[in-house]
């Protein structure tokens, strides 16, 4: 019994003298030069990128693609070739008609780029947990309506691979050995114990240091949005994120009535063939600066024991809470908000704009023309011009407008003010009619 308690204290002693080493990120350190932990919130909009249209034939299912064929093979001269072929293959298809959906301005994507600076005392410590808050400020012009995507930038530092493996082998033997006394006549059996010890001993030690995000949500009120980031082992959120979320702009009190002009040929379009389709734009009554007020919160991760070695599983910590100052952001600017529609207008010399007539339509209820040709853009208007200045005569003025009559109403008490005539038409230019301003409330119907 005492000869295996004597072996097993030497197995023990042996294989006690071999312990894993692991790779740290030093030996020692200064604790004098250990600082103190410092972190910033920055914030900064800009509008989200626009996602390049995919080519049309990669929008088409195959009956699509069939037709597409077709149309291509209609634009083919008789007798034409396979060069001719490609050739209209590369001709635009006309796009097709356009909805009324741009004329919907309350809806309004922003990017907010959040970037959270700083340093920690060591390199074990970092961020466990981010939260930012945004909160509506200055009235009710604008709702959170929701989170639309969320991108992070992360970069990934790879300390190497290896592997640990210890093997330990203890040999206990005991080997008997015949003993004889001569002199005694007597003979005995004795036992010798021998011992070995073979160690292999290599550190291969797996280690992946990674910095980057791993889970985000979000909760949205209509005056409050609320973003949490969420590390883990190995993941410090430190660095730069970005998120999408849709405004939802409060609209003037009515909608206006805008329109749509076709003209497929340009000035040579025959009477017959212009569109005018109707749409009812809605847009934020006030191009005034909307603001938020950004603050967050970090959740920080302290290493007060083994912050000298890379793995988290030894280590002694803490945690924190560090509230983020909280600062406002213009999240929409003038620009963003801006909103324009465009008309065509006969001035006299001295004239105020609200003396001007205005290029107009009947009203479908009560036959006047008193509907004003509101226009998207300032080209379309222009546009327009051309077409009428092309297809007036000398002593006579277009006098329909995609099958409706067209005059001119005056701005200020909207009376009609008499048919087109050639003079009128050269003397209209392109004006603003209907946009929002600066520090006004919303407009009553007329």
């Known amino acids: 019994m005492k000869r295996a308690c004597a072996m097993t204290a030497v197995a023990v002693a042996l294989a006690g003298c071999v312990s894993p080493q692991l790779t740290r990120h030093y030996?020692?350190?200064?604790?004098?030069?250990?600082?103190?932990?410092?972190?910033?919130?920055?914030?900064?909009?800009?509008?989200?990128?626009?996602?390049?249209?995919?080519?049309?034939?990669?929008?088409?299912?195959?009956?699509?693609?069939?037709?597409?064929?077709?149309?291509?093979?209609?634009?083919?001269?008789?007798?034409?070739?396979?060069?001719?072929?490609?050739?209209?293959?590369?001709?635009?298809?006309?796009?097709?008609?356009?909805?009324?959906?741009?004329?919907?301005?309350?809806?309004?994507?922003?990017?907010?780029?959040?970037?959270?600076?700083?340093?920690?005392?060591?390199?074990?410590?970092?961020?466990?947990?981010?939260?930012?808050?945004?909160?509506?400020?200055?009235?009710?012009?604008?709702?959170?309506?929701?989170?639309?995507?969320?991108?992070?930038?992360?970069?990934?530092?790879?300390?190497?691979?290896?592997?640990?493996?210890?093997?330990?082998?203890?040999?206990?033997?005991?080997?008997?050995?015949?003993?004889?006394?001569?002199?005694?006549?007597?003979?005995?059996l004795g036992w010798k114990p021998s011992a070995g010890y073979d160690a292999t001993n290599t550190l291969e030690e797996n280690m992946n240091y990674v910095i980057r995000r791993l889970n985000v949500g979000g909760a949205l009120t209509p005056d409050r949005a609320r973003l949490v980031q969420e590390g883990g082992p190995y993941i410090n959120l430190l660095g730069s994120s970005s998120a999408v979320f849709t405004l939802k702009l409060k609209p003037q009190s009515y909608p206006v009535p805008v329109y749509v002009l076709g003209l497929k040929d340009g000035r040579k379009t025959a009477p017959d063939d212009v569109s005018l389709k109707l749409c009812q734009a809605k847009y934020p009554y006030s191009r005034d600066p909307l603001v938020i007020e950004v603050g967050g919160t970090a959740v920080t991760r302290h290493v007060a024991n083994h912050h000298d070695t890379i793995s988290e599983g030894d280590d002694t910590v803490r945690f924190e809470r560090q509230e983020f100052a909280t600062s406002t952001v213009a999240i929409a600017d003038e620009k963003d908000l801006r909103v324009e529609y465009f008309g065509l207008v006969s001035c006299e010399k001295g004239q105020g704009e609200k003396d001007c007539l205005q290029l107009a339509v009947d009203n479908p209820d009560t036959g006047a023309v008193v509907n004003t040709v509101l226009l998207r853009s300032a080209d379309q208007a222009a546009n327009l011009r051309e077409w009428l200045i092309a297809h007036s005569q000398a002593d006579k003025a277009p006098d329909t407008l995609a099958a409706r009559r067209v005059g001119m109403v005056r701005a200020g008490n909207r009376q009609e003010a008499g048919a087109l005539t050639p003079a009128i038409v050269r003397s209209l230019r392109v004006a603003p009619l209907v946009h929002n301003a600066v520090s006004v409330k919303p407009a009553s119907a007329p």
């Open 27 to 188: 030996d020692s350190v200064d604790e004098t030069s250990v600082s103190d932990d410092k972190l910033e919130l920055s914030v900064f909009p800009a509008n989200p990128k626009v996602d390049e249209d995919p080519p049309l034939v990669t929008k088409l299912a195959e009956r699509g693609q069939a037709e597409l064929i077709k149309e291509v093979a209609a634009k083919l001269p008789a007798g034409s070739d396979a060069t001719a072929l490609l050739n209209a293959l590369g001709t635009a298809v006309a796009p097709p008609p356009e909805d009324c959906a741009w004329a919907d301005r309350t809806l309004l994507k922003k990017r907010v780029t959040l970037t959270v600076l700083g340093r920690f005392g060591r390199p074990a410590d970092r961020i466990d947990s981010l939260e930012f808050r945004f909160t509506r400020i200055g009235g009710d012009r604008y709702e959170f309506a929701s989170w639309d995507k969320f991108d992070s930038v992360y970069g990934s530092y790879d300390l190497g691979s290896a592997k640990y493996t210890q093997a330990r082998e203890v040999k206990l033997d005991l080997a008997g050995e015949s003993m004889k006394n001569w002199a005694g006549g007597t003979h005995s």
